[in-house]
């Protein structure tokens, strides 16, 4: 097996592993979708049904059940009891994403050269939006594994002229596995940009995909959860998963999250950097070679294809997250990379002074708002603050001298200041949102001395991942007298039920109180603890 010889991938990949550690162990568990998705699994170890979702006691039918397997797996060789380290839950991202960076290497360096390949993982890697899904349990990383599996398959079949019959078993089986992980979503970045190809090319690439027994390997993987599950829940799960979450975010904005088009357009220039600094030029050179892009060059025009007909597809949508189009960028960085290895200097950065310094601008401005509004200014800011003007004037300077080698190295050294100025810096000063991870340590602090932990008012998923094993959620009207009188109780309540709590039991004391800004509500929160004994 060559590829095994070619250390420089695996001393790259190692390093990304070893550096993104640090955020998955040291950044809490996020509200909202992450903490839902990790709760979910931790209530499957802890009920031993692994066909049912649940979060605690709540039914949680948006996404098939792949991504929760991959979770409790990952706690069986890595988790303890009580299955509360969240960064056990984002080993499949992390997984995801590097073994993807690995595919994408082996396959360009095969296809193109090694310049290409090693450019195209780069920008992957560079990519805010990379980062942020690496450090997130939620099905995103792992699902873009099993899109780029396709696409590459695709992509060498475009190359090749056929398929190997194994490596159309491996589509149909990563098919289905994108199916068991995030539905038909898998469909939109893998068979759809393959049928737009095909129609482009006048020519059916999805012939030379088809046979019978992948068709049979990719029901026999996908289907026997979903006949499961709609016994279990009644059928309650398509209502859910098809109508109340994915016909709903395709027909209107859901949960606050609804923006006119061209959203991901203008977003792309901050979570694609720095590939983004050469995406103009690769637009206008499109345009003025169309028909060699689209037409005569095949690979390219797959890649193309491939990145921006789901990228359409999710601006006209109205509900819409960053992280949606995060498959995009696979092909996008392979094509900036193609670019960059056959254009001059001077053709690929003419346009590119804005694209370079919005996203370096943006980060700063963002890191003095934090904090400005939620921490306080000290000698570290500043010597960072030096660091990151530093850093923009040589970008500057590098562009202006067309030096591109120089240019990728100075955005890599920025994007290393970005991530350890967050992982090591802005979470250990922004304790005021990190506030189930600060009930927690105050549980943990108290917990020997109590009977019984309950809490109200706060109902964040983090809250319920950190604590579910150890503390129950309960409303003072509920609690019995004589359950206060026998028992010591730790109760945590948010500070508006504060008065009723002191009001109708003179016997609980509060002890400690806990301020912090709630990001997902966008709301202060001020959490009272008291105790009764």
């Known amino acids: 097996m060559n590829f095994l010889k070619d250390k420089k991938i695996f001393l790259f990949l190692f390093i990304t592993i070893i550096i993104f550690f640090q955020g998955l162990t040291r950044i809490p568990v996020l509200d909202r979708d992450e903490a839902r998705f990790a709760t979910s699994s931790k209530t499957m170890i802890e009920t031993n049904d692994f066909i049912d979702i649940k979060m605690h006691n709540e039914y949680r039918y948006k996404k098939p059940v792949g991504i929760y397997w991959t979770q409790v797996l990952s706690n069986y060789f890595f988790g303890k009891p009580p299955y509360d380290k969240i960064w056990v839950y984002r080993i499949p991202s992390l997984f995801g994403i590097i073994l993807s960076l690995f595919l994408i290497f082996i396959s360009v360096k095969k296809i193109f050269a090694e310049k290409e390949a090693i450019l195209s993982i780069l920008f992957l890697v560079l990519s805010l939006l990379t980062i942020s899904e690496v450090h997130q349990a939620k099905t995103d990383g792992f699902l873009f594994l099993f899109i780029v599996i396709c696409n590459l398959l695709s992509i060498r079949l475009i190359n090749e002229g056929k398929l190997d019959y194994p490596l159309k078993i491996a589509y149909f089986v990563s098919i289905a596995c994108g199916v068991l992980v995030k539905g038909p979503i898998i ?34 993987i996908s289907v026997p959860w979903f006949v499961l599950i709609t016994i279990k829940s009644g059928g309650v799960f398509w209502h859910e998963s098809l109508l109340n979450d994915l016909f709903n975010k395709v027909t209107s904005g859901q949960e606050s999250h609804g923006f006119i088009p061209g959203y991901y357009t203008i977003l792309i220039f901050l979570f694609f950097w720095p590939a983004s600094i050469f995406l103009p030029n690769l637009i206008l050179n499109m345009k003025k070679n169309l028909r060699s892009y689209l037409i005569d060059d095949q690979l390219r025009s797959f890649l193309i294809i491939s990145s921006f007909v789901p990228f359409f597809i999710y601006e006209i949508i109205p509900t819409k997250l960053p992280h949606y189009v995060f498959p995009c960028y696979a092909s996008l960085s392979i094509l900036v990379s193609l670019e960059i290895a056959k254009k001059r200097s001077s053709d690929l950065l003419r346009f590119s002074l804005i694209p370079l310094v919005i996203f370096p601008i943006t980060i700063l401005i963002v890191i003095g708002f934090a904090i400005y509004e939620y921490s306080k200014f ?20 590098f562009l202006k001298k067309k030096k591109i080698k120089e240019l990728v190295i100075i955005c890599s050294a920025h994007q290393l200041l970005v991530y350890f100025s967050a992982v090591l810096f802005l979470v250990p000063r922004l304790e005021t949102f990190w506030i189930a991870k600060n009930i927690n340590d105050t549980i943990d602090l108290n917990n020997p001395n109590y009977e019984i932990v309950y809490h109200f008012g706060f109902n964040e998923p983090s809250l319920l991942f950190y604590t579910s094993h150890k503390a129950e959620k309960m409303n003072i009207i509920d609690i019995k007298t004589n359950e206060i009188k026998e028992k010591r109780i730790l109760y945590i ?28 509500q966008g709301k202060d929160k001020l959490i009272k603890i008291y105790k009764n004994y």
């Open 493 to 520: 309540v948010t500070d508006n039920y504060s008065n009723e709590v002191e009001k109708k039991f003179l016997n609980f004391k509060k002890i400690d109180e806990i301020r912090g800004f709630n990001y997902s």
């Open 187 to 220: 469909f939109i970045f893998t068979v759809l940009p393959l049928l737009v190809f095909s129609v482009v090319q006048k020519k059916n690439f999805l012939k030379f995909l088809w046979t019978k027994f992948g068709l049979l390997i990719f029901l026999i």
């Open 378 to 397: 000290d000698l570290n800011f500043f010597i960072i603050t030096f660091f990151f003007l530093s850093l923009i004037g040589t970008l500057i300077f």
